[in-house]
């Protein structure tokens, strides 16, 4: 079991790094061709909206049982005058190579990567309603003369969470719920109680009653 975890884990490194090469190579093209901008909206639904939502179109681009060809006939008839063509050749691409796999993965590197580009900091923040404009306008304003960089909020809805809300800064999260306080309260409870009880089983061990 460990060494499958282990080959996981390995699977997943090389994807995220095939994807950030990818995407390198998609932020170029479409800055060649001054379409940044369509490419990175068109990605971005592409990947959450299409993929996502239709879990059938996705596993027919990822099936290695489908031809290039007939990919690319999906592709040309989906997409031609829909979707900017530095994209569509881009997957066209993907599709000759067998990486259809690495789609979701290169979008978010290409996010990441633009925002790097644009010296901006994505900030997740996850609360359990939408937030208002007027909040997300506080946040981003906070944020940003926090960490002294301009700040772009990818925002999450969780029903779950209980008040508050959880922010994540790269690999960093910042978990202000009331369920984590509580999980984080019965947690130190607990420990608090274990290790009285082991001083108590010490000193009966010990014969000092006190």
Do not use: W
């Not at 061709?33 to 369509?38: H, I, Q, R, T």
């Not at 060809?69 to 040309?76: C, G, S, V």
């Not at 993965?105 to 937030?131: C, F, K, W």
């Amino acid at each position: 079991m460990a060494e499958t975890a282990q080959q996981g884990a390995a699977y997943d490194s090389d994807r995220q790094q095939l994807g950030d090469v990818y995407a390198r190579a998609l932020l170029a093209a479409a800055s060649s061709s001054d379409s940044v901008e369509a490419v990175m909206e068109q990605t971005e639904s592409l990947c959450q909206d299409l993929l996502t939502s239709q879990p059938k179109i996705r596993q027919l681009l990822e099936s290695p049982r489908i031809s290039h060809a007939e990919k690319e006939r999906m592709l040309d008839k989906a997409f031609t005058g829909r979707m900017d063509i530095t994209l569509l050749n881009f997957l066209k691409v993907l599709s000759r190579h067998g990486r259809m796999d690495c789609l979701s993965v290169i979008g978010r590197s290409l996010r990441d990567q633009y925002n790097t580009m644009h010296g901006r900091l994505e900030v997740h923040v996850t609360s359990a309603t939408p937030l208002d404009d007027e909040t997300r306008s506080t946040i981003t304003s906070q944020l940003a003369a926090s960490l002294d960089q301009e700040v772009e909020l990818v925002l999450e809805v969780n029903p779950e969470l209980i008040g508050g809300t959880i922010v994540r800064i790269g690999d960093t999260v910042y978990d202000g719920s009331v369920a984590n306080r509580l999980a984080r309260i019965k947690q130190e409870t607990l420990a608090r109680t274990t290790a009285e009880f082991q001083q108590a089983v010490d000193r009966f061990a010990s014969g000092d009653p006190d």
